[in-house]
């Protein structure tokens, strides 16, 4: 238990450092924001509260703007996040068999992080690339076109070996 504490510590320190570097003011909240999620993974009330104090702003001002833009997120999420398109080029395709599979496979809800927390899976409306439909991204760059169900198995398995 000691290790959680001491590691939450370790975080908040990294956060505060960094809002020191850049001489941080209210103009900078959503720079604070996006580092803040880099280092914790998600926005959570205490987070959030932190950044108020330290930019001596209302907390309902940072939760307007973390409600406000998609990029934030006040839920945790899963290191290696997942991405299916259910798009109508998509769905048509069966990305709703590949999605369901995905959710099998690691034994998960929608958009909830895996228990080790190393995955999540979402659903999202485009990724831009429907001639490849139907259509996953894995992070922020592996894109992986004209999906069936059976692969599924074949990519989860490669990102648990990069965690190893």
Do not use: W
Not at 74 to 91: E, H, R, S
Request: one cysteine or more; proline letters at 5%.
């Amino acid at each position: 238990m000691q290790d959680v504490c001491t590691t939450g510590e370790r975080l908040f320190k990294e956060l505060d450092e960094y809002i020191k570097s850049i001489n941080a003011t209210p103009d900078k909240l959503i720079s604070v924001l996006q580092k803040a999620q880099e280092i914790f993974g998600y926005l959570s009330p205490q987070v959030q509260q932190y950044i108020a104090d330290a930019l001596n702003i209302p907390v309902s001002q940072v939760y307007g703007v973390v409600t406000f833009y998609n990029f934030f997120s006040t839920t945790p999420k899963g290191k290696v996040q997942i991405k299916v398109c259910l798009g109508t080029a998509c769905y048509v395709k069966g990305a709703d068999r590949v999605f369901e599979r995905f959710l099998e496979e690691l034994g998960v809800e929608p958009e909830k992080p895996t228990k080790d927390g190393q995955f999540s899976v979402h659903a999202v409306r485009c990724l831009g690339a429907c001639s490849m439909a139907p259509v996953v991204l894995v992070g922020e760059k592996d894109f992986y076109g004209r999906m069936k169900p059976d692969m599924v198995p074949r990519i989860i398995a490669k990102y648990r070996e990069v965690k190893s």
